[in-house]
């Protein structure tokens, strides 16, 4: 008897679970997909992803009143192939597929017969880093070979991995079939590199064209970690971030990452994401980043590469919110410097100022503090004071020849003060050393005497050096 | 931020302690604190140069944002040389400002260092004096920094001339470093030396 109720409660525990888990089966299986025709309808549909192309034909078929083989899926790109499955390309919860009709069923076929099934693959499937990127074929990597992109995903806000898509550059429509596959980045992020076939309307197309060019392709970029949003949900690529296949170490720390940022130089010059980041922070708070005429405010190689400035400076959303705000900030700041604008000179403010050419009396808007525009000092009626020569400075070097090098140790400690660079008026810290300054902000890197603060010449050095 | 320098240190130290060059004695490094902020350098004079059988002791301290920026390093040993504060220790070397590359480390700062003792630049001087001496009388300067490097570096080459001129500015009442530096720049001139010091 007990055995027998044993054995009951068993088997009600089993038949339970098992109608758990074939319930959550079900529950996290099933894929909403939209299917969109040239016509504009819509037509929403739950599938299995382990069916193929040519039971979403069947599915999708009497809702527009088309036999289902007079259909064409397309997605990314590229044509389905009737047998292709699902699971196999990369669709997301509420992907869009495009599906049209087929002009002529029987070409169709002929030419279907003829076209290699890597063809009729999405394109993200039959992309890989080896086309990629300048890799030998032989790298062995048979477990990483689908390509991987990173983005910034304005509606996580963050590095998220993206899928590329494709649509038409004319029309925007995402039925639109590429002749031949993107081979590197540029394809990709210059407009007008790949030709293909708009399936929307191709009469609309060519006609907005009058055949004085081809249909080109437009590759975009869509965020895989949060459900879509719609067409208009794009993310924006982050090139420059990729896997590290090749297993480069951190230009930096040494370490080997997993994924890697990749400084534009072409010298394998790589660093981890970290120590990208901490490359950004330390440069940004020394204003060293570069106004570049094309780029934006942007950075190059740590190694000091020619040309290798950061395009797309949505990489530098990397640095957390609070410094991705500075960051703004002082490009901000910069354009105003490059517009004749100038900065308030207060410590700690450093705001950027657009002021009338002939007004020397200056407010700072944020700090209040009222300046002379000439000589960035409190504002003053009548002519500038000359800047006379630091007595500090004289004062060290007497100190210095008398206390013995090694012996002392107060002597290695160091005043701080700031001055403005002669040719910028970026205040500047001496730490020590030399007169000899050199201005760290970018586009001024003046060489300027801390005595005199004018142009660093041989005079200074024989004169006031060593007092 | 900070992570990442003393990470990156660690593995140069790793690394220069491994080094030929410290097996052949030619350079050294020694940690100061725990942090790996603060090391102390050693480089030995390089052959056949005035600088030969001296050891010049180097302060390193390391910015939170290395690699990025270059670290500060000072001559703690006297030396003299024209891109070598005499007074200061400090250096001027392209590397060490605007040509620092995140791919260099300690080991090539300190090589690089040994090299400037070989090879001065006295067109990019850090001290004036002492370029003006390597230019106009290089056999004076050559003097100069050998007895230097003697008296300072521990060096093998023992100048009597000039004891005997230092010893002369002692009996008068002035201290031995600031005798010694007045006579340096005056080529050894006793009375100039004089003159200067007591003007
Ligand atoms: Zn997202
Ligand atoms: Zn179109
Ligand atoms: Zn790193
Ligand atoms: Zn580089
Ligand atoms: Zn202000
Ligand atoms: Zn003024
Ligand atoms: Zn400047
Ligand atoms: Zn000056």
């Given at each position: ?7 009951f ?27 969109k025709?040239?016509?504009g309808q ?20 009497p ?8 259909l ?27 599906v ?16 290699p ?5 999405p ?5 890989d ?9 032989n790298?062995e990597?048979?477990l ?21 898509r ?7 429509s ?15 992020l210059?407009?007008?590199?790949i030709?293909?076939?708009?399936e929307?309307?191709p ?25 879509s949003?719609?067409?208009?949900d794009?993310?924006v ?30 010298k394998?010059h ?28 942007t ?9 290798s400035f ?25 354009f ?6 100038l ?9 950027g ?17 009222v300046?002379?525009?000439?000589c ?15 007595l500090?400075?004289?004062g060290?070097?007497?100190?210095d020849?008398n ?19 002669p ?5 500047t ?18 060489h300027?005497?801390?005595v005199?603060?004018t142009e660093?010449t ?10 | ?7 990156r ?7 220069v ?25 050693e480089i ?5 140069t005035?600088?030969?059988?001296g050891?010049?002791l ?8 290395y ?6 390093v ?7 040389h ?8 400090a ?8 040509q ?31 370029a003006?001496q ?5 056999e004076?300067?050559?003097l ?15 100048n ?40």
């Amino acid at each position: 008897m007990f055995r027998f109720i044993a054995s009951f409660f068993t088997k009600l525990i089993q038949m339970m679970l098992q109608v758990l888990s074939s319930k959550k089966h079900i529950i996290h299986n099933l894929l909403s997909i939209y299917v969109k025709t040239s016509g504009g309808q819509t037509v929403c549909l739950d599938i299995d992803p382990k069916c193929d192309v040519s039971h979403i034909k069947k599915l999708v078929a009497p809702q527009i009143n088309l036999q289902p083989d007079e259909l064409k899926i397309i997605f990314a790109g590229k044509e389905l192939a009737d047998d292709y499955v699902i699971e196999e390309c990369d669709l997301g919860q509420q992907s869009i597929l495009h599906v049209v009709k087929i002009k002529s069923p029987k070409l169709n076929e002929v030419f279907r017969c003829s076209t290699p099934k890597a063809n009729l693959s999405p394109l993200t499937e039959s992309l890989d880093y080896s086309t990629f990127s300048s890799e030998d074929e032989n790298t062995e990597k048979p477990l990483e070979r689908k390509a991987h992109f990173y983005v910034y995903c304005p509606n996580c806000k963050g590095l998220k991995q993206g899928k590329l898509r494709v649509r038409c550059h004319f029309c925007k429509s995402g039925a639109f079939t590429v002749h031949s596959d993107p081979q590197d980045w540029s394809h990709v992020l210059q407009p007008k590199q790949i030709t293909g076939t708009c399936e929307n309307d191709p009469e609309y197309c060519q006609e907005l064209l009058q055949n004085c060019e081809p249909t080109f392709a437009e590759f975009y970029f869509k965020c895989s970690e949060h459900v879509s949003l719609g067409e208009c949900d794009q993310a924006v690529p982050l090139d420059l971030i990729r896997p590290n296949l090749r297993h480069i170490p951190c230009l930096a720390c040494l370490d080997v990452p997993e994924t890697m940022f990749t400084f534009p130089c072409q010298k394998d010059h790589i660093a981890c994401l970290d120590c990208f980041r901490s490359y950004c922070l330390s440069k940004l708070l020394e204003r060293q980043f570069w106004q570049h005429p094309e780029h934006g405010y942007t950075l190059a190689c740590p190694n000091g590469c020619l040309n290798s400035f950061i395009r797309e400076i949505h990489h530098f959303r990397l640095l957390d919110d609070d410094n991705y705000d500075r960051y703004q900030r002082f490009a901000t700041e910069e354009f105003v410097l490059r517009s004749g604008g100038l900065l308030c000179p207060q410590p700690g403010c450093g705001m950027g100022i657009l002021a009338e050419p002939d007004c020397t009396r200056i407010t700072c808007q944020q700090c209040k503090y009222v300046f002379c525009r000439n000589c960035l000092q409190g504002f003053h009626i009548g002519p500038c004071d000359p800047v006379e020569p630091s007595l500090d400075a004289q004062g060290n070097c007497d100190v210095d020849l008398n206390c013995p090098v090694v012996e002392d140790p107060s002597r290695t400690t160091i005043k701080v003060i700031t001055k403005p660079c002669p040719s910028c008026k970026t205040p500047t810290e001496r730490d020590g050393g030399c007169m000899h300054m050199i201005c760290t902000r970018s586009g001024c890197q003046f060489h300027w005497c801390w005595v005199c603060q004018t142009e660093w010449t041989r005079e200074c050095m024989a004169d006031h050096w060593f007092a | 931020m900070a992570n990442i320098a003393a990470q990156r240190i660690k593995r140069e130290f790793k690394e220069v302690i491994k080094s030929e060059e410290v097996a052949k004695c030619a350079i050294k490094l020694e940690l100061v604190d725990d942090n790996y902020t603060e090391l102390r350098g050693e480089i030995a004079g390089p052959p056949d140069t005035a600088y030969e059988g001296g050891n010049f002791l180097l302060e390193i301290k390391v910015p939170e944002t290395y690699p990025f920026n270059p670290p500060k390093v000072r001559f703690m040993t006297r030396i003299w040389h024209p891109n070598i504060s005499s007074v200061t220790g400090a250096i001027c070397l392209d590397i060490l400002k605007d040509q620092w590359a995140a791919a260099m480390t300690l080991r090539t700062v300190l090589l690089s260092l040994q090299a400037l003792l070989s090879a001065a630049e006295p067109d990019d001087p850090q001290d004036a004096v002492v370029a003006r001496q390597y230019k106009e009388n290089l056999e004076m300067f050559k003097l100069t920094a050998r007895h230097w490097t003697n008296v300072y570096a521990g060096g093998p080459n023992v100048n009597p001339e000039c004891d005997e001129k230092i010893k002369r500015l002692i009996d008068m009442g002035i201290e031995e470093h600031q005798a010694r530096v007045a006579l340096s720049s005056y080529n050894w001139d006793l009375e100039r030396a004089t003159e200067q010091l007591f003007s």
